[in-house]
């Protein structure tokens, strides 16, 4: 029952001018706010600066200074086309995600997507490795039926459609949602019922108590309905409607079998302490802040998925081209061997052989290794993304499309820095842990006050006896008057310890909380620009492996060259033999180091997006 409403019943009930103008009065003054409450502005939804952002929630140049940024002299690159949909949670559910088509068992081959590059001196497609188009194909399976091709933003989709780790996140913030309603539910109006019966026999030191009788029996059955509520500026109605039933054995209790009915409207209403609607909907606010935080840390949370199936997927891809790379080095090896095998019985030294076989052990060593870690990694990714498609009954080998690149692509500094300003979800989180201890700070101002109540009560009654109830309750209404009372009620603490302590507390918590953030903000700047030199690393290591794999394949050559003519007429051909199995085998590990510096590459951009916060995330509408 809200003020309007108490105003309407007491004006039919007690037609007095006195109750409406003090109970107008009072509300007045509980609307107007004595002490202006540090109110905390909301965060826009669009981007903004970390001064901006310290501006809003009280920060200055003492408590946290900007922190001094050396911009890396690299280009400013864009991370490769990784753009994963954004799921929005909303009021109730998250929304569903379209079902994206299911991995194709058979397909076509898909080119290494060409990105736009003026640095790399190898980003025509001449220089694209001749393992990548190899491991585009079945390397594993005799059966081609059980393969499918997927592709990188494949694998993302559908973990968040089938993973069970992003449903559980996804379910936390609706989780916390439900606290929402429930601090709306403190507002709600409550319907009371409450009956107790009372037989009583007291001794009587008075005769005129009962009339004669040493003691006095009495039985008393009383009967209440009614409904409470409390609105958002802290006011507290009750309106309630009592059947009571009473009977002794005094001389002087008449009528007997009383029935005693009473219908009463109460209405309190604090004008100091514990008024004002910012203090009475708080706890709704702090659920809401509470939910965005929960979003936010699900949100980080389904960062380290998205990095788990990209770093698993490329682990994948790094292990196929090992091995791939082995094999085409075993059988490379098996043709020197097969060459010194045809000359056994004129010159050959035994030992030349048993090199050559000691080389062709070793790669086939390297491809058991690399067909272990590849059965491992595909069960991995399987278990991250749980599709139905990747099921190993019908899949048995997983091949995958989407392939690395030697590109250093353009990233934006300040659009990265400003994207985890709005999507890292550590840094969000301590946003709304800030706009909390701001809320319950305001609480703690509004509770410094002294209490001050206006209180107002007014009601009608009936009696009649021998239980006649209806009569008696028909009488609230035709005879004699209601009754009123008003007044106000104050009281406060001498010193007010508890309540400037509590202060204290909350205003320490928010100067804790600032340097939190502060420390945070300037992590994620160095974590971003970790990951920005990390990716120019990676991109210089990658070209001088590509450099050195072309060198040392050119070796390889003109030694292979040198041994063709060897093994016709020269009568030894040791030197050029040890220089061959030399540079063959430098070449392998040439490519090997071509191909995971590649990956690292692939994996450090990545990183950028990851520590942005905008690898995959979800939003509140």
Known sequence: MDVLEFVRISRATLGSSAILLTLFSGVLIAQSNPRTYEVPQALPSSGISSEEFER?????????????????????????QLEVPQPKIESEVVRPIEDPSPFPSQRESMPTPELRSDESPFSSEQWLPWWQSACNQPILANDSSKTCRVELEQLIWHSMLYSPRVQSILIGPKIQRTDIQSAQG???????????????????????????????????????????????????????????????????????????????????????????????????????????????????????????????????VLNRHLLEQARHGQDR???????????????????????????????????????ANIWGLQASLRQLVNSPDL???????????????????????????????????????????????????????????????????????????NNEFAQSYGNQFDSGRPSFSSGVTYQNSVLNRTAKSNLLSRQLEIAKLQNDYSNELK???????????????????????????????????????????????????????????????????????????????????????????????????
């Not at 409904?227 to 054995?249: H, P, W």
């Open 523 to 621: 992590k994620a700047y160095a974590d971003i620009f970790t990951a920005i030199a990390n990716a120019k690393a990676t991109y210089a290591t990658t070209l001088a492996a590509i450099e050195s794999t072309l060198s040392t394949r050119d070796e390889v050559d003109g030694h292979k060259v040198h041994f063709d003519d060897f093994m016709g007429e020269n009568p030894s051909p040791s030197n050029v033999l040890n220089d061959l199995l030399d540079a063959e085998n430098r070449l392998i590990v040439a490519e090997n180091t071509w191909a995971t510096r590649q990956i690292q590459h692939m994996l450090a951009l990545i990183r950028i997006k990851y520590e942005s916060g905008t690898l995959m995330t979800i939003t509140a509408e």
């Open 56 to 80: 809003l929630v009280g920060l200055n140049s003492q408590t946290a200074s900007q922190i001094p940024i050396a911009v890396p002299a690299i280009p400013k690159p864009v991370l490769p």
């Open 333 to 371: 090896l098996k043709q020197i061997k097969q060459q010194l095998v045809n000359r056994e019985g004129r010159d050959l030294v035994q030992a030349y052989v048993s090199r050559a076989n000691a080389a062709i052990a070793n790669q086939q060593g390297q491809i058991e290794t690399a067909k």
């Open 186 to 316: 403190e507002l709600e109006r409550r319907r009371f019922a409450q009956t107790n019966y009372h037989n009583t026999s007291d001794p009587v030191g008075n005769t005129l108590t009962t009339g004669g009788a040493p003691r006095l029996n009495e039985q008393f059955w009383e009967n209440s309905i009614g409904i409470r509520d409390r609105n958002v500026l802290g006011g507290k109605t009750e309106l309630s409607q009592m059947f009571n039933a009473r009977d002794n054995n005094s001389l002087f209790f008449k009528p007997n079998n009383q029935a005693d009915t009473k219908l009463s409207l109460n209405y309190t209403q604090p004008l100091m302490r514990g008024s004002g609607k910012y203090y009475n909907t708080s706890s709704i606010r702090i659920a809401g802040i509470k939910t965005d935080e929960k979003i936010a840390s699900a949100n980080r949370e389904l960062q380290k998925h998205a990095w788990d199936v990209v770093n698993t997927y490329w682990e994948l």
């Open 391 to 465: 099921d190993q009954q019908t899949c048995l080998e997983i091949v995958p499309l989407t392939m690395p690149s030697n590109e250093l692509p353009k990233i934006p500094i300040e659009e990265e820095l400003l994207a985890a300003l709005n999507n890292r979800g550590d840094l969000l989180a301590i946003q709304q842990t800030i706009q909390i201890a701001m809320v319950q700070k305001n609480l703690a101002v509004n509770e410094l006050r002294p209490q001050l109540d206006f209180e107002t009560n007014s009601y009608v009654r009936g009696l009649r006896g």
